[in-house]
């Protein structure tokens, strides 16, 4: 399967704790976006990376997450003291950049429960 | 903020009918794309349009686009109950990230 893969698929914590989730794009894909999406909502952008570089993080983005995608390939997200709030599917995406926009392919998702 | 606003926000029709989605949008943009997302899955690409193309079809599917309204349609024609899901419109927004619409829930009754 050369597809997204997101890991885990759920994830259960409770208020306060540390959570990471990891993201594999496709191969030669050189951007990764991360999204969240609540019920009944479309995706809501948090950041992408363009190869190792973070090149955009939405201003809603809180300080307690962060972002890296270290070699270019694999990203990780990571939640610090969880909020009620932050329960939520956790989208990524990947795409091959070629100036315009170009189809994003999704990964499953990691679907967060605070507790 | 979300961009695109897809009407209906649910649409029940019989297996073998024609299902249209609406999406407004607010700003100008180079295109807009169409993803499917089934329960608890993650979202397909379905078909994208340029801001300087006015239809496109793929399928059973039929996307139209009209810049001066700022508006884009999805038909699926003989309707499948595989294709009950959520229908999102994406466009185009800075640094080519995407926003998205809330989505139109789709659901094929046998």
Not at chain 1, 50 to 75: C, I, T, V, Y
Not at chain 2, 32 to 41: A, F, I, T, V
Not at chain 2, 98 to 104: E, P
């Amino acid at each position: 399967d050369t597809g997204v893969s997101q890991n885990p698929r759920h994830k259960i914590t409770k208020r306060g704790q540390n959570v990471t989730f990891r993201c594999d794009p496709i191969s030669e894909h050189n951007r990764l976006y991360w999204y969240r999406q609540t019920l009944g909502q479309g995706p809501e952008f948090l950041t992408y990376f363009q190869n190792e570089a973070q090149l955009e993080k939405s201003r809603l983005l809180s300080d307690r997450f962060s972002a890296e995608r270290p070699k270019g390939s694999f990203s990780t997200l990571e939640i610090q003291r969880t909020e009620q709030g932050d329960s939520a599917m956790y989208l990524c995406a990947s795409s091959f950049h070629l100036g315009l926009n170009q189809p994003q392919h999704f990964g499953d998702g990691t679907r967060l429960s605070i507790l | 903020s979300q961009q695109g606003e897809e009407d209906p926000q649910a649409l029940s029709i019989q297996e073998g009918e024609n299902a249209t989605m609406n999406c407004s949008y607010k700003t100008s943009i180079n295109n807009l794309q169409w993803y499917r997302q089934n329960s608890g899955r993650g979202l397909v690409h379905l078909i994208l349009i340029r801001s300087n193309e006015r239809e496109k079809h793929s399928g059973r599917l039929r996307v139209t686009l009209d810049t001066s309204k700022k508006s884009s349609s999805l038909l699926i024609t003989a309707s499948r109950a595989a294709d009950t899901a959520s229908y999102f419109c994406a466009t185009d927004g800075s640094n080519y990230q995407l926003i998205w619409g809330a989505g139109t829930k789709l659901i094929i009754k046998p």
